[in-house]
């Protein structure tokens, strides 16, 4: 799931170089924590939050087919 949310993100930014994703699991829980260049900041979460709303969505799906809970942090 981790190696999914890299690509996703590395294909909306403009420096993929600089996308560092934390993972941590609690009770089987998974959270994901991403950092991306400041100049990014605004691409990755979009108009209104659309973009980090959507790839929140996405990882939803994907944990549920896994039967699991995930969440998406962004560290600013």
Sequence with gaps: M???LDYLI???VT???EVKIEKEEKDGQLFFTVGVAEEDRGRLIGR???IINSLRHLLNIKAQKEGR???LRLNF
């Design 2 to 4: 981790e190696e999914f």
């Design 10 to 12: 590395k294909q909306i």
């Design 15 to 17: 420096k993929p170089e």
């Design 48 to 50: 209104g939050g659309n």
């Design 69 to 71: 809970q995930v969440f």
